[in-house]
């Protein structure tokens, strides 16, 4: 199994900047795609960014040029800078990796979800 923690959310005025990061850990053998995810109330859980092993990234529509993501492959993290949050941004982020492990096979792992408020 595979446990993301999650850290950095919180509340934030419009046009703030806030980090999440993710920190993956378990019996891994290799992680490949990692990224974000977020859920608003009443609403579907969207990808906002995801990254490769390789380092490519893709980016929803309504957040390209405001949100960064980043990995670490060495310590199995990743990482979400965003900035110029509005507050459509308001949703619980979640980590989501695509790993292998010693016990399992190739599958996606969630983390518990950090909550993201952006209001004045």
């Known amino acids: 199994q595979v446990q993301l923690v999650e850290s950095g959310g919180g509340l934030v005025q419009p046009g703030g900047s806030l980090r999440l990061s993710c920190a993956a850990s378990?019996?891994?053998?290799?992680?490949?795609?990692m990224g974000w995810y977020r859920q608003a109330p009443g609403k579907q859980r969207e990808l906002v960014a995801a990254?490769?092993?390789?380092?490519?990234?893709n980016y929803s529509d309504s957040v390209k040029g405001r949100f960064t993501i980043s990995r670490d492959n060495a310590k199995n993290t990743v990482s979400l800078q965003m900035n110029s949050l509005k507050p459509e941004d308001t949703a619980v982020y979640y980590c989501?990796?695509?790993?292998?492990?010693?016990?399992?096979?190739?599958?996606?792992?969630w983390g518990q979800g950090t909550q993201v408020t952006v209001s004045s």
């Open positions: 989501n990796v695509e790993a292998r492990t010693l016990v399992a096979d190739r599958g996606y792992y």
């Open positions: 378990g019996r891994i053998i290799s992680i490949y795609a």
């Open positions: 990254i490769t092993s390789g380092g490519s990234t």
